[in-house]
């Protein structure tokens, strides 16, 4: 199963080797927010500490040219998409 949250921070979100180095705290934070009966609660436990995953997610302005001679950007190279909806092979294919 894949569950996921996204939140706003002050903090900058972990170096990827550093993944899994703090994030129960960042974790404890986020669903801090939320009344105990809700059900990421119950997510949240049962995830392993290995299997969490803590990522940035940042705003990027288009590219005017998405192309030069015969190099072109696809898929996740032009489209900002979140890790784990898997949008950047259908992205690819619009392309």
Same mark, same amino acid.
């Given at each position: 199963m ?26 404890s ?20 500490? &290995? /299997?969490l995953? !803590?990522?940035? %997610?940042? =705003? ?8 030069n001679?015969?190099?072109?950007l696809? &898929? /996740?190279?032009? !489209?900002?998409? %979140?890790? =784990? ?11």
């Open positions: 894949i569950w996921a949250n996204t939140y706003s921070s002050e903090n900058a979100p972990p170096k990827r080797e550093d993944w899994n180095e703090g994030n129960r705290k960042e974790l934070a986020m669903l801090s927010k939320f009344p105990e009966c809700h059900p990421i609660h119950e997510l949240a436990k049962k995830t392993k500490e &290995g /299997d995953l !803590h990522f940035g %997610l940042y =705003y990027r302005h288009h590219k005017k040219t998405w192309s001679d015969r190099i072109v696809l &898929g /996740d190279a032009c !489209h900002a998409t %979140l890790p =784990y909806v898997g949008q950047g092979a259908n992205q690819a294919i619009e392309d």
